[in-house]
């Protein structure tokens, strides 16, 4: 079958003919992959990956073959799934029915394929942020696919949402009450804020964090050391912390991935969650895409389709 496979030169990704995949599991559900979208995290690992791997955590499709345990989807169910270990990137690919969920009829592939990561992401951080009712919540990194999900969360659960990015068209549309392009270490303090950055925008959030807030750190797009002055936390926000948030070991604690993906699906077919991919293009032009995502030239989600 056609994969698309780590390569050994940059932006090491090619479309190749791979083995089939192994006889799935009896909890694991055969999926027909349709679409699926590209996280920033995978494509930056793609440089240090093996050789002719298949990489890969989102994906969209139908499923080809129920898992023999009965549980999950059934056969022809139209899902949307994450695959972890990766291995999402291929035409065929078997995947733990806990981590699948069946889409309405009226989301498509496309749009399901942005959700695994950027939606869990978004939603577990806020699960730890705890209650936002009328509460002042700031957004980093927030024209990237966390981003962009998780304004519409906060704002629908009653915050005040500042969002944060260089790139700014189309988040005051999403429910931002407050657009900036960056934080500064002196101003408003937030009950809760979700950084996808790290760095100095990191220092800057530590800074403006209120007593008892949260700053839930779930990625780094730049690597320069995080600096701040020690008393702007203990001296100014007394009893605030910083939660690392990396999605896969969350999940394995929570073990709600089915039915959080399920929610998220709700959500889209009932217009309360709006998802965003300023690139969809066949998996074929995967090298142009990765080259876009890392460049910082995607707005939400690039989503690639198997044709």
Do not use: C
């Amino acid at each position: 079958m056609q994969a698309l496979v780590v390569a050994a030169d940059p932006p090491h990704v090619v479309l190749a003919e791979v083995d089939d995949p192994p006889a799935p599991l009896p909890f694991e559900a055969v999926v027909e992959v349709r679409a699926f979208s590209l996280n920033r995290g995978e494509v930056k690992a793609l440089a240090g990956a093996t050789p002719g791997a298949v990489h890969g955590w989102d994906l969209a499709g139908i499923v080809a073959q129920a898992a023999a345990d009965g549980s999950g989807p059934p056969h022809g169910a139209r899902v949307v799934g994450l695959k972890h270990p990766p291995g999402a990137w291929a035409r065929r690919v078997a995947v733990p029915t806990a981590q699948l969920a069946e889409l309405p009829d009226t989301v498509t592939f496309e749009q399901a394929a942005t959700l695994p990561v950027a939606g869990l992401t978004a939603l577990r951080a806020f699960e730890v942020a705890g209650l936002l009712l009328g509460k002042r919540v700031a957004i980093t990194g927030a024209s990237g696919g966390v981003g962009h999900v998780a304004i519409q969360l906060a704002k629908r659960s009653g915050a005040h949402v500042t969002a944060v990015a260089r790139r700014t068209e189309g988040l005051a549309e999403l429910g931002a009450d407050a657009v900036v392009t960056h934080l500064a270490p002196e101003g408003e303090r937030f009950a809760a804020i979700l950084d996808g950055v790290g760095g100095s925008v990191l220092g800057a959030a530590i800074q403006r964090v209120a007593p008892r807030g949260t700053i839930i750190s779930y990625a780094s797009t730049i690597s320069e050391p995080v600096e701040y002055p020690t008393r702007a936390l203990f001296g100014q926000a007394s009893g605030a912390k910083v939660y690392g948030l990396l999605i896969f070991p969350e999940l394995q604690h929570t073990q709600s991935t089915s039915a959080d993906l399920t929610r998220l699906a709700h959500l889209v077919a009932d217009g309360r969650l709006k998802v965003d991919a300023s690139l969809v293009t066949s998996w074929r032009d995967a090298p142009r895409a990765v080259k876009a995502l890392l460049a910082g030239e995607i707005r939400g989600k690039a989503v690639l389709t198997v044709d």
